[in-house]
């Protein structure tokens, strides 16, 4: 029960090295400037694919999960001593959480404007 454990081979603790901190490889691409127009250029070079490990992923989709909670547990705990940086932060952890991006306010802010009348089309 308390006896010794086994340790691990140097291979096996390399190989575990090895697939946690391998480069990312890259896809290479030959591009020929001539052949093709800039913005086609551009395209190829974001569309470069990029390997990167398991845990790096599964480590970012934990991240985009609970950073929001986060910003909003801070921003709690921040209200009280400082009411303006505490109501910012939970404000951006609220938006972060509900996902609402810049058009989806943009959005919101022409429906009211017409609502209301206040376009400058129809006063001219």
Known sequence: ?????????????M???TTLFEEPEIKEMVINPQDKSESEL????????IKKPDIVNI???ISKILSPYFI???GLY???DN???GTILITIGIISLLKISYEDVVAWFEG??????WDEEEKE
């Open 1 to 13: 029960m308390f006896g010794k454990q086994e340790k691990k081979s140097q291979e096996e603790e």
């Open 15 to 17: 190989e575990l090295e």
């Open 42 to 49: 551009f395209d190829l070079e974001s569309n470069l694919e």
């Open 59 to 61: 480590v970012e989709k």
């Open 72 to 74: 909003v547990i801070v």
């Open 78 to 80: 921040i209200y009280d």
């Open 83 to 85: 009411f303006f940086i």
């Open 112 to 117: 009211i404007k017409n609502l209301l009348g």
